[in-house]
């Protein structure tokens, strides 16, 4: 397996192989990989001839220090876990001032709102922060695909529109979420809860198929109240936010019309622990 932590050894890399017309998949990871990760990477090596893995902690798409203090790391285990879907994944391992040769700042891009709903409403800056390295890795790789959990639906569409924006010629690919027996969304945060509340985190997935259950014949608000209640009456919970909106805008809606498309998000502290989720409803 070839791992390499400058961008210089990227580009070597990458020249070496130009040749082959390869098509270069990417799939962009914060490290402390688990089984969805594995699952991008898997659908990467069906779909590309060169597939790249970056594990690279982000520091400004945190907002929050204690956040990005206590984030994960276990690069021994990643790499073993790469290793285990493919021997030919190539890794890209970079300390912060090599994606941050000028210091710790992000670009201001215009996302047409998107960033300032849902996770943007409590993560001042946090989208700018991803759309930044997100850019650099495109600007470095020239992927013809990049890969992207569903988990994360918000952060797809913010990459959608990066790529319009820039107009890179890179393919989005959203695969679906993979989730805990218990429903819970997989996550490298999973890890920081206690097994009690790591058990009781199956409260979240529940409400959110309640959702998808009764929202064409509830009212939101009632749907909304009853779910963030029954999440809620677990010790240590609190819903951050939990919102019914339109699959393509964000906006949050009120009712239910025949020709819309709907998701439901949600994001949930529980204890220290940030938990999101979201599903499509209709």
Known sequence: MIVCYLKSEVKNELKANIANKDIIGLVPTMGSLHKGHLSLMK??????????V??????????????????????????????????????????INEMYEKGLNY???NFNGIDSKLEGKYRKGHFNGVATIVSKLFEL???????????????????KR???????????????????KNGLAMSSRNNLLSQKNRENSSIIFHNLNYVKTHFKKTDFDQIISKCIKSI????????????IVDSFSLS??????????????????????RLIDNILLN
């Open 54 to 95: 970056s594990i690279f902690i982000n520091p400004t798409q945190f907002n929050n220090e204690s956040d990005l203090k206590n984030y994960p790391k276990n690069f021994k285990k990643d790499i073993s876990l790469i290793e285990s879907v493919s021997k030919k994944i190539k890794v890209f391992c970079p300390e």
């Open 141 to 159: 790789f020239k992927p013809n695909q990049a890969f992207f959990g569903e988990k994360d639906f918000q952060q797809t569409q913010i990459v």
């Open 107 to 109: 670009n201001q891009y």
């Open 252 to 273: 949050k809606q009120k009712k239910y019309c025949e020709n819309k498309s709907y998701r439901v998000f949600v994001s949930v502290m529980v204890d220290e622990v």
């Open 232 to 243: 809620n009456s677990y010790d240590g919970f609190k819903t951050e936010y939990f919102e």
């Open 43 to 52: 659908t990467a090596v069906e779909n590309c001839n060169q597939v790249w």
């Open 162 to 180: 990066l790529i319009d924006l820039e107009k890179h010629k890179t393919k989005l690919i959203i695969c679906p979420t993979v989730r805990e």
